[in-house]
């Protein structure tokens, strides 16, 4: 067996609603980046999970293939991960409906993201968001991930997918690898730049909530100029003053820099140098990142090879497990 054989399996997805924000580079994408030498890495478009809400088709299209080709800008490297669209593989959906036989309608009622978008989105609470769970338990499942680089947002899917797996395997036998959690503590949860206590979100309705992958430099320092934060002048990380501890977090994840060091850097500086500060060194950093987007848009025909080679690959893995599955229930398969 060669050493490829033996990594583990890392998975995660991304909705395309929106274009991702610095809270997704931080808390997710720069990481799948960093584990692709170490893990075999799945990465894809959840396009299915975007029609749980009203959704404008033109746009979720556009969306996706934006994701894909700001996936490869931020630095996933088809040569060592999986890149695929949700949708192009379909054995996605039909687990998605095996599992959902074994799901409980009470253990779904049970979760927070259900309740959260159910409350805002009263006109159109579809069975599809009730079962947005159990389409990621496929998601996840259908790939044997050993771990899922998930937000603290996600937790509690990754919980139902563990139950889902535990309990399809008493009955049927160890079909399903059970997955983990992978949570990192730096920069897990970046905050929005209007209001420090809620997350920055890349649906958010008030752009200056977000600094978007794609802003400008010009666009980037003004949304830090304008940034809430506390009445004191002091650089200082702390609980109690959550909007310059947010970005003191931007900072020292972009910087390389620890907190303490970047307390010591900005110390009797105040907020307006700082704020500048943190402007450049972001715009500085994704510079070079949307120069590659830009490069890979012009190039449709090549994103079209990546996305169909990356479902290839993805559908050998995905429809072992689901032929496994299916001859574990007695469904029968063509090659009987
Ligand atoms: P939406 O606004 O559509 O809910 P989102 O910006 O909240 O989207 P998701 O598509 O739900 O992002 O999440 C993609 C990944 O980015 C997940 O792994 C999630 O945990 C991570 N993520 C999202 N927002 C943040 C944030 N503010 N800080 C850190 N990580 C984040
Ligand atoms: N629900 C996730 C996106 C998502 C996902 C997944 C993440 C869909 N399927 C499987 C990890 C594994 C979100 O909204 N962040």
């Known amino acids: 067996m060669n050493m490829e054989n033996k990594k583990q399996v890392m998975l995660s997805g991304i909705q395309p609603t929106g274009i991702f924000t610095l809270g997704n580079y931080i808390g997710a994408i720069k990481n799948w980046e960093k584990v692709q030498q170490e893990y075999k890495c799945l990465y894809f478009i959840a396009n299915l999970h975007s029609l749980t809400v009203k959704n404008d088709p033109k746009i ?34 039909e687990l998605s409906w095996v599992l959902a036989c074994h799901t409980q309608f009470g253990e779904l009622s049970r979760m927070t993201q259900f309740k959260d978008k159910s409350s805002k989105n009263a006109d159109n609470i579809n069975a599809g968001l009730f079962c947005y769970p159990v389409l990621m338990a496929a998601d996840i499942l259908l790939y044997q991930a050993n771990y899922v680089p998930i937000g603290a947002d996600q937790k509690q899917h990754l919980e139902i997918t563990r139950d889902i797996a535990n309990r399809f395997n008493k009955l049927y036998g160890d079909i399903f690898e059970i997955p ?138 995905a429809s072992k497990t689901l032929n496994k599955v299916y001859k574990s229930l007695g469904i029968l398969t063509k090659n009987f």
């Open 60 to 93: 979720i299209k556009q969306l996706t293939l934006d994701s894909v080709a700001l996936l490869l800008a931020c630095g996933i490297d088809i040569k060592k991960s999986i890149v695929f669209i949700q949708s192009h593989v379909p054995r996605h959906a």
């Open 180 to 317: 983990n959690p992978y949570i990192q503590k730096k920069g897990a949860r970046i905050m929005s730049l209007q209001d420090p206590t809620s997350k920055m979100s890349k649906s958010d309705n008030n752009p200056n909530c977000y600094i978007s992958i794609l802003d400008t430099k010009d666009v980037i320092i003004k949304k830090f100029k304008r940034a809430v934060t506390d009445s004191d002048t002091n650089i200082i990380y702390s609980d109690d003053k959550p909007g310059i501890s947010n970005l003191m977090t931007i900072y020292s994840v972009i910087s390389g820099k620890s907190i303490k060091e970047t307390e010591q850097e900005f110390a009797g500086k105040g907020y307006g140098y700082f704020k500048t500060a943190i402007g450049e060194l972001v715009a500085c950093h994704l510079k070079p990142i949307q120069d590659k987007y830009e490069k890979l848009l012009e190039d449709k025909k090549y994103l079209q090879e990546v996305c169909l080679n990356g479902a290839e690959q993805a559908s050998k893995i």
